[in-house]
């Protein structure tokens, strides 16, 4: 009974180091992950365009299903949101502003910087010759807000920067994180991610999850449903079109992958060891205090930062090679039999929303994150993890919303457009490292200084 004072003095001191504020390690493949997206979506709009090369060589089809890429930036999204803010409570209004104020300068500086470069699609503003619909003045009010994407009604996306509809999703995705969030804790009874890592805890936990995500994609399934009960009755091919792609772009939509990745990234968690979250004995990683802005902001605005650990003890194993030839089946099944189909099948255009998104889409996305974090020695996580795309995915929002205003700016300055696939891509790489560097990260670095600070404390 004597000693029972001095146990408690010491639980305190351990649970006071083990409460030290940390963030989590970052992942260094999903950042390859980033750029393979973006290089896919990248050449999927070129293939929509008619660009010079990809109609010389007759590759139309390969890219076809590139709209999938969108899926894995959503699914991934959740994932990451989840892996560095899963013990952040927000119970506190200043929590949940610091979060938002956050990922709004994260989202918004390159987001209007490329509505800018592209002002000359909405030229009728100006142009007495043109004039400006109803509808087109409601497209540009919801696009500088934006909240596009958000209104249930078939506006022309490709008027002002087409690319750009999935960040106005992303934003409604970021608005609610807070809230899904708490209600997955609450149905994991725990108020923390990081308590559920105890082993009397992990199984049952492990078992709800389990069951919510196959729940998540169960529903899923419902705008599908309902999208196709609408095109069997529809004949009109440009009604066909307006359903399809107000549920391809809708946060209501897109909200199942962000909650599937959310719980997959959960699992991951639970399933890691605790000093893989923390040490990183198991991924390329830096971790940052968030008590230190200056060290929050350097891991923040460059993944090269990333140290190597020592992964001198672990092997390539079966697992790492069952994961390579999964990860090479998927590809074969996105090039070979969703883009031929979707090119070479009318019939099947109208379901495109099926085959590039939905419940298959994002099953064979979490499982592509889960175990390419799990498995880093793998040959697909090594190849991910390479230079040159992690270079690629450090600047791939950027790219992603700056590469389809090229062509309007070459045209206005040359008087000609520039169809050369190959001269896009590089022009939008130059373009993507200018902004990244002198307008998202500037403003990343101001804004977070001056928001007010919400420490989240993991593990």
């Given at each position: 009974?004597?000693?029972?004072?001095?146990?408690?003095?010491?639980?305190?001191?351990?649970?006071?180091?083990?409460?030290?504020?940390?963030?989590?390690?970052?992942?260094?493949?999903?950042?390859?992950?980033?750029?393979?997206?973006?290089?896919?979506?990248?050449?999927?709009?070129?293939?929509?365009?008619?660009?010079?090369?990809?109609?010389?060589?007759?590759?139309?089809?390969?890219?076809?299903?590139?709209?999938?890429?969108v899926t894995l930036f959503f699914c991934l999204?959740?994932?990451?949101?989840?892996?560095?803010?899963?013990?952040?409570?927000?119970?506190?209004?200043?929590?949940?502003?610091?979060?938002?104020?956050?990922?709004?300068?994260?989202?918004?500086?390159?987001?209007?910087?490329?509505?800018?470069?592209?002002?000359?699609?909405?030229?009728?503003?100006?142009?007495?010759?043109?004039?400006?619909?109803?509808?087109?003045?409601?497209?540009?009010?919801?696009?500088?807000?934006?909240?596009?994407?958000?209104?249930?009604?078939?506006?022309?996306?490709?008027?002002?920067?087409?690319?750009?509809?999935?960040?106005?999703?992303?934003?409604?995705?970021?608005?609610?994180?807070?809230?899904?969030?708490?209600?997955?804790?609450?149905?994991?009874?725990?108020?923390?991610?990081?308590?559920?890592?105890?082993?009397?805890?992990?199984?049952?936990?492990?078992?709800?999850?389990?069951?919510?995500?196959?729940?998540?994609?169960?529903?899923?399934?419902?705008?599908?449903?309902?999208?196709?009960?609408?095109?069997?009755?529809?004949?009109?091919?440009?009604?066909?079109?307006?359903?399809?792609?107000?549920?391809?772009?809708?946060?209501?939509?897109?909200?199942?992958?962000?909650?599937?990745?959310?719980?997959?990234?959960?699992?991951?968690?639970?399933?890691?060891?605790?000093?893989?979250?923390?040490?990183?004995?198991?991924?390329?990683?830096?971790?940052?205090?968030?008590?230190?802005?200056?060290?929050?902001?350097?891991?923040?605005?460059?993944?090269?930062?990333?140290?190597?650990?020592?992964?001198?003890?672990?092997?390539?194993?079966?697992?790492?090679?069952?994961?390579d030839i999964y990860f090479l089946l998927g590809?074969?099944?996105?090039?070979?039999?969703?883009?031929?189909?979707?090119?070479?099948?009318?019939?099947?255009?109208?379901?495109?929303?099926?085959?590039?998104?939905?419940?298959?889409?994002?099953?064979?996305?979490?499982?592509?994150?889960?175990?390419?974090?799990?498995?880093?020695?793998?040959?697909?996580?090594?190849?991910?993890?390479?230079?040159?795309?992690?270079?690629?995915?450090?600047?791939?929002?950027?790219?992603?919303?700056?590469?389809?205003?090229?062509?309007?700016?070459?045209?206005?300055?040359?008087?000609?457009?520039?169809?050369?696939?190959?001269?896009?891509?590089?022009?939008?790489?130059?373009?993507?490292?200018?902004?990244?560097?002198?307008?998202?990260?500037?403003?990343?670095?101001?804004?977070?200084?001056?928001?007010?600070?919400?420490?989240?404390?993991?593990?």
């Amino acid at each position: 009974m004597e000693l029972s004072p001095i146990v408690n003095i010491e639980q305190v001191q351990s649970e006071s180091k083990v409460k030290q504020p940390t963030r989590r390690p970052l992942i260094h493949v999903f950042t390859g992950f980033r750029a393979l997206a973006c290089l896919w979506i990248f050449m999927f709009h070129s293939t929509l365009n008619k660009m010079d090369e990809i109609v010389k060589f007759h590759i139309e089809w390969v890219s076809w299903s590139g709209a999938a890429g969108v899926t894995l930036f959503f699914c991934l999204s959740g994932f990451v949101m989840v892996w560095t803010y899963g013990d952040c409570e927000f119970k506190s209004t200043k929590c949940y502003w610091s979060f938002i104020g956050r990922r709004a300068a994260r989202l918004f500086p390159l987001y209007y910087f490329s509505l800018l470069l592209s002002i000359y699609d909405i030229r009728c503003v100006w142009v007495k010759d043109k004039s400006c619909t109803r509808e087109y003045f409601i497209l540009i009010v919801s696009t500088l807000l934006p909240v596009r994407t958000w209104i249930p009604y078939r506006l022309d996306f490709e008027k002002w920067n087409a690319a750009i509809w999935s960040v106005q999703t992303e934003w409604f995705l970021y608005l609610v994180f807070p809230f899904l969030l708490r209600l997955i804790r609450y149905l994991l009874n725990t108020t923390k991610i990081s308590l559920l890592s105890n082993v009397n805890n992990k199984t049952k936990a492990l078992i709800r999850l389990y069951f919510m995500w196959f729940i998540v994609l169960c529903i899923s399934t419902i705008p599908f449903l309902f999208r196709f009960t609408i095109l069997d009755h529809i004949t009109n091919t440009a009604y066909q079109f307006a359903s399809t792609s107000v549920i391809y772009v809708s946060p209501l939509t897109r909200i199942f992958e962000f909650t599937l990745g959310i719980l997959t990234g959960i699992i991951f968690i639970l399933k890691s060891p605790i000093d893989n979250q923390t040490n990183q004995s198991d991924m390329n990683v830096v971790i940052t205090s968030l008590s230190n802005d200056k060290q929050q902001e350097k891991n923040e605005s460059s993944s090269t930062s990333i140290s190597h650990t020592n992964n001198s003890h672990l092997k390539y194993n079966c697992y790492c090679f069952m994961f390579d030839i999964y990860f090479l089946l998927g590809l074969l099944f996105f090039i070979f039999i969703c883009a031929p189909l979707l090119f070479n099948e009318p019939m099947f255009y109208g379901y495109s929303s099926l085959i590039c998104m939905g419940p298959l889409i994002s099953l064979i996305m979490c499982t592509y994150l889960y175990f390419s974090a799990k498995y880093s020695l793998s040959l697909t996580s090594r190849l991910l993890t390479t230079s040159l795309l992690i270079n690629m995915g450090e600047i791939s929002y950027a790219f992603y919303c700056l590469v389809d205003t090229l062509p309007t700016i070459f045209l206005l300055i040359s008087g000609k457009n520039e169809d050369s696939v190959i001269m896009k891509l590089f022009a939008g790489i130059g373009i993507a490292v200018f902004a990244r560097h002198y307008v998202e990260m500037p403003f990343y670095t101001w804004a977070n200084r001056k928001l007010p600070k919400c420490q989240c404390q993991c593990q």
